[in-house]
């Protein structure tokens, strides 16, 4: 997916209003138009997100809402979900997306995404592992040295180094301990 825009309505096909579509979307400026009712859209964003279960079918304060504000890049979700499709250039926000939606399923195709990427060093790796605490992440990461030498040129000398945290500084130096 390279990455839908708000601002080009035809590559969109939620920004026009049709005779289901029922529920605003609101992101920024931008209108998405949906069905409250029971659509294949409403289906499968509860099928993915127990956030949007609630929202849809659950006594959620958003339920008799027309309008929805959701300040994310929220046409990206929607095209991953319909279409199955994630790209390098989209898959930060979509994880951003999928942690705050709660939508395991592209949580799971992000880390995969990201663990394959050649377009994310190690370092921007771990970065992503640490913020989202994504353990599978960390550890192919960390398991991907096979020296001392490498992880320390690679990770522990890196000016990113510091951002890490305590946490994923210990693994480091863990991973270096049984790599001696």
């Known amino acids: 997916m390279t990455g839908a825009s708000l601002a080009e309505p035809t590559d969109n096909e939620f920004a026009a209003p049709n005779k289901m579509s029922n529920l605003i979307l609101k992101i920024g400026d931008k209108k998405l138009h949906v069905?409250?009712?029971?659509?294949?859209?409403?289906?499968?964003?509860?099928?993915y997100s127990p956030v949007f279960e609630a929202m849809f079918f659950g006594d959620s304060e958003q339920k008799g809402k027309d309008e929805v504000e959701i300040n994310d890049e929220f046409v990206d979700l929607l095209h991953s979900i319909?279409?199955?499709?994630?790209?390098?250039?989209?898959?930060?926000?979509?994880?951003?997306?999928?942690v705050r939606f709660q939508m395991e399923v592209l949580l799971e195709q992000a880390k995969i995404l990201i663990m394959r990427s050649r377009d994310f060093s190690i370092m921007k790796k771990l970065l992503v592992a640490d913020q989202y605490n994504l353990a599978d992440l960390k550890e192919e990461c960390l398991n991907s040295f096979c020296s001392v030498v490498e992880l320390q040129r690679n990770v522990k000398a890196s000016p990113e180094y510091d951002n890490l945290s305590m946490a994923m500084k210990s693994a480091v130096c863990d991973r270096m301990m049984k790599l001696q």
């Not at 319909?82 to 999928?98: C, E, I, R, T």
């Open 35 to 47: 069905s409250k009712e029971i659509s294949k859209f409403r289906l499968l964003l509860a099928l």
């Open 82 to 98: 319909y279409h199955g499709q994630m790209k390098d250039g989209s898959v930060l926000h979509l994880l951003k997306l999928a």
